[in-house]
């Protein structure tokens, strides 16, 4: 795409220890971190490997041939995804989310979705679960997942335009077959669809109204298209505030074609701003993370593909929770490191950041975006 790319330092090796405390006390679904954030929200990456090649993600000079993806033996297996979700779930969490990488490309996840399906809130309700998907492979897989109990999608796609979404995904990826898969999703009752496009200045921010107009026009209240801001995720991608087109301008540009109005939130520590056309053809949201940070409501953890818990999507470092996973350690003692952990944690980079005033991360190095999902 023309910006520089810039090389890897490999900060999978860079673990914190997760530590049981002396007194081990039950999880109580009350767990509030340093600054009384509740955690309700755990993303899972389930891969860390990908089939595109987004510049803004894994750039393919950096993911090449010669790159080493992590070994089979590293991966968290579907029996400790499940019951690390378990123990999320006793601290509160209510919502799951798969990603990666691209998580289809994870064998027979069908099944670790029919093992997180049966898990219950301490209130005994079943948890929210949810995927983000490329759309590479949901034509085929679209109806064993809604089968296996997965409740809604979103669908990463940046451009209608052929030629831009070929460029933007690095592997001459076409848009008719992500359209495939979202109606693939839709015929089978994974909706409201979400749509995720990133913008980026000069690349296809043009592309703004044409998605606002195709996807009103074809999928009405069925699909949600949100607009993200291009983030400073990871150190390879060469990102730059200039390449960052604000939520308000990507508003101001479809709001001069079709009117919006605000919307309320429907869940707090929701990251999109809601607003819904005037015709009553939909909603489309707006995440901000660069020019209107939400860190004060961040209750989201990530667990990555081999088992580390990060505490924010900027973090250089994460919790080794396989060590206990793999150990002797019995379910209480991991809740216990996992409240630990949370009740200490006070990140909230997006907003010191907007102050210009981010933590200095070792080296200025963040983890990748693929490694841990978005
Ligand atoms: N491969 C799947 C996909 O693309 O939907 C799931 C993983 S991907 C890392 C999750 C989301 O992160 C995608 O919607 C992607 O567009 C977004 N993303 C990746 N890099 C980003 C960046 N630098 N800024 C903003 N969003 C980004
Ligand atoms: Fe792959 Fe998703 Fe990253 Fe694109 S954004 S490279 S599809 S993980
Ligand atoms: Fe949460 Fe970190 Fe993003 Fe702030 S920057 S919203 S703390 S993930």
Not at 104 to 120: N, Q, W
Not at 173 to 199: C, H, R, S
Not at 318 to 325: C, K
Request: aromatic fraction near 8%.
């Amino acid at each position: 795409m023309g910006d520089a790319t810039i090389p890897l330092i490999d900060l999978r090796q860079a673990a914190l220890k997760a530590v049981v405390p002396e007194v081990v006390s039950p999880a109580n679904g009350l767990l509030a971190d340093r600054l009384g954030r509740p955690l309700r929200d755990l993303r899972i990456s389930v891969t860390d490997r990908c089939n595109f090649r987004c510049s803004y993600c894994m750039p393919k000079e950096v993911f090449d041939s010669q790159y080493k993806f992590l070994p089979q033996s590293s991966l968290l297996s579907f029996e400790e995804i499940t019951r690390t979700a378990r123990l999320f779930a006793a601290h509160g969490v209510q919502k799951l989310r798969l990603t990666g990488g691209e998580p289809l490309l994870r064998k027979h996840l069908e099944v670790l979705i029919g093992m997180l399906a049966e898990l219950r809130t301490p209130e005994g309700h079943p948890l929210d679960l949810t995927l983000t998907t490329n759309a590479s492979l949901l034509t085929r897989k679209a109806q064993a997942l809604k089968d296996a109990g997965l409740q809604r999608i979103t669908v990463s796609l940046d451009a209608l335009d052929d030629s831009i979404f070929r460029r933007m995904n690095d592997v001459d990826f076409p848009v008719a077959d992500v359209l495939a898969g979202i109606e693939a999703a839709a015929a089978v009752g994974l909706w409201p669809i979400k749509v995720n496009m990133v913008v980026k200045q000069g690349v296809n921010d043009h592309e703004i109204v044409p998605m606002a107009r195709f996807f009103r026009e074809h999928f009405g209240s069925a699909v949600v298209l949100r607009f993200i801001e291009y983030m400073d995720v990871g150190t390879t991608n060469g990102w730059a505030m200039d390449h960052v087109v604000a939520s308000a301008e990507v508003r101001r540009r479809i709001h001069e074609v079709y009117t919006l109005e605000p919307l309320n939130p429907t869940a707090d520590g929701e990251t999109a701003e809601r607003w819904r056309y005037t015709d009553g053809r939909g909603e489309v949201g707006f995440i901000s993370s660069v020019t209107q940070a939400f860190c004060q409501d961040c209750n989201r953890a990530r667990l990555s593909t081999e088992g580390r818990l990060y505490l924010c999507l900027f973090a250089s470092r994460g919790f080794d929770l396989r060590e206990l996973l793999r150990g002797q350690a019995s379910d209480e003692q991991i809740a216990a490191a996992i409240g630990l952990i949370w009740g200490q944690r006070e990140d909230r980079y997006s907003q010191l950041r907007g102050q210009n005033a981010a933590p200095d991360q070792p080296g200025g190095r963040k983890v990748e975006m693929h490694y841990i999902g978005g």
